[in-house]
DNA sequence: GTTCCAGATCGACAGCCATCTATGTACATA
DNA sequence: TATGTACATAGATGGCTGTCGATCTGGAAC
């Protein structure tokens, strides 16, 4: 899967010797590269991979009592990266009386990962 | 491929009704989870992740002078994203005469890629 | 009701990030 | 030697990030 680039004007490099062959660069639309990046973004902190890894291991939801004792970081801190995760769109969650469970939704990771592969 | 959790202290509930089953959550080393992170927080900018793009698609080695007209940032904004690529690990240079050439080093996504299948 | 609890939100703070312009460096060419 | 070119680095700046303690919210239990 390749990222579709959105052209900047394009801008004749002077005359003189080339360095090398031009670069094949579709057009259109960076929008593929710009939601890829969010994903990756959220991904780019280790207590957040390491939560999104919990909850794609453990089939169902988990309640994020069960993820606070996981990490060393404060209750607050937990619950900010899990908005992180959410407004990303890699993760959700469902409240349950009094405890929330969270779950990963798959089809989030997908771009990504076709792209990386 | 999972990511091995280096557990906080084991704190215990207090008492009173579960949430939930536990989690099952393997010990040692969160050494792939940070080492995953550096790629993907390196991947988490739009323009680096095109960056990327361009470079895989291109088997070669690619010349800066070729990236710089593809994206509406100044030159020296450009090269500071090279650097965090190669700081990263994920691209690496070469000089020749007063080109540089920019290649991607594919195992150093592979890690993340197949964390994410 | 009142109290307790799980979780989210707030406010603060130090550190990092993306971007720019200006300048430096090293090679090429005249 | 002087000039030009390709790229990197320096310094500045506004905005975002990860973390905390304190507080708020809403459901449960008494």
Redesign the pocket.
């Known amino acids: 899967m390749a990222v579709d680039l959105e052209l900047a004007p394009k801008q004749k ?2 005359a ?2 080339r ?1 090398c062959e031009p670069v094949v660069y579709p057009d259109v639309q960076r929008e593929a590269a710009s939601r890829m990046a969010v994903v990756a ?1 959220a991904l ?2 280790p ?2 991979l390491q939560l999104v890894d919990v909850l794609r291991r453990h089939a169902g939801k988990v ?4 993820l ?1 004792p996981l990490f ?13 995760l959410r407004d990303a769109g890699i993760v959700d ?1 469902e ?8 779950y990963v939704i798959p089809e989030a990771l997908e771009e990504l990962s076709a792209w990386l592969s």
């Open positions: 490099r002077p003189g010797e360095c973004k780019g902190d207590v957040r309640c994020v009592c069960e606070v060393e970081i404060s209750q607050p801190t937990l619950s900010h990266h899990l908005k992180k969650s409240r349950r009386g009094l405890w929330a469970y969270y």
